[in-house]
Structures are given as structure tokens and as C-alpha cells.
């Protein structure tokens, strides 16, 4: 069975930090994109960083600058570096990869179960 299990989420202060991780785990053939995705309550889930196989990265410009998403290609892990963090912040954090996995060799997305970050005083 594949799987994505994020840690690393919690309740911070404005203004603090968090680093969330994600790893992959299963019988997999090859990991492609990886990205952090977050839903906040009534609102859509939006993208918040990715990263290519090769290191090529994407935030929008409401965390530009503040988020840094990296990726350990030997270990199948995925990181985001969360600094300034600000209220607005505050959502559940998904982990994202497109991969092929031994089971069907078929590229899919595969998703997360989310993990909670809350940026509050």
C-alpha cells in the first residue's frame, strides 16, 4: 500500500516558523512532482509550493518569499519551511505527489491526510 504521511503541523505564534515534512512510502516506481497544498474552513484547497523531480520550484505570491519547499529524492520526503507565518496561514496542510507506483505503473496523484497548522496568539 502507498502512502503520504505529513508531520509537522501545530499552533505557532504570528510571526513564528514551522517545518512540515511528508513521506512517501510503499512499493513505488518513480516520484515525479511533489507539492503542499492547504485548505482553510469554506474555502477551496490552493496550491502553496511545489517542486519538480529535478528541483524546480512554484509559490504563489501570498507565501513568496516566506515558504520553502525542498525535497530529499533518496529518502521520497518532501519539506516545507514555513517562516512568517501570519493568521491567514492557518488551514490543514496536504501533502501532494505524482507518482507511479509497482501496483498498476500508471502516473497518479496521490494525496495526504492532512495536517492541521493554526496560527494564532
Known amino acids: 500500500q502507498v502512502q503520504l504521511v505529513e508531520s509537522g503541523g501545530g499552533l505557532v505564534q504570528p510571526g513564528g516558523s514551522l517545518r512540515l515534512s511528508c513521506a512517501a512510502s510503499?512499493?513505488?516506481?518513480?516520484?515525479?512532482?511533489m507539492g503542499w497544498y492547504r485548505q482553510a474552513p469554506g474555502k477551496q484547497r490552493e496550491l502553496v509550493a511545489a517542486?519538480?523531480?529535478?528541483?524546480?520550484?512554484n509559490y504563489p505570491d501570498s507565501v513568496k518569499g516566506r515558504f520553502t519547499i525542498s525535497r530529499d529524492n533518496a529518502k521520497n520526503t518532501v519539506y516545507l519551511q514555513m517562516n512568517s507565518l501570519k493568521p491567514e496561514d492557518t488551514a490543514v496542510y496536504y501533502c501532494n505527489a505524482h507518482m507511479v507506483v509497482i501496483a498498476n505503473m500508471r502516473p497518479n496523484n496521490y494525496w495526504g491526510q492532512g495536517t492541521q497548522v493554526t496560527v494564532s496568539s
Open positions: 510503499g512499493r513505488i516506481f518513480s516520484i515525479y512532482g
Open positions: 517542486i519538480t523531480s529535478g528541483g524546480d520550484t
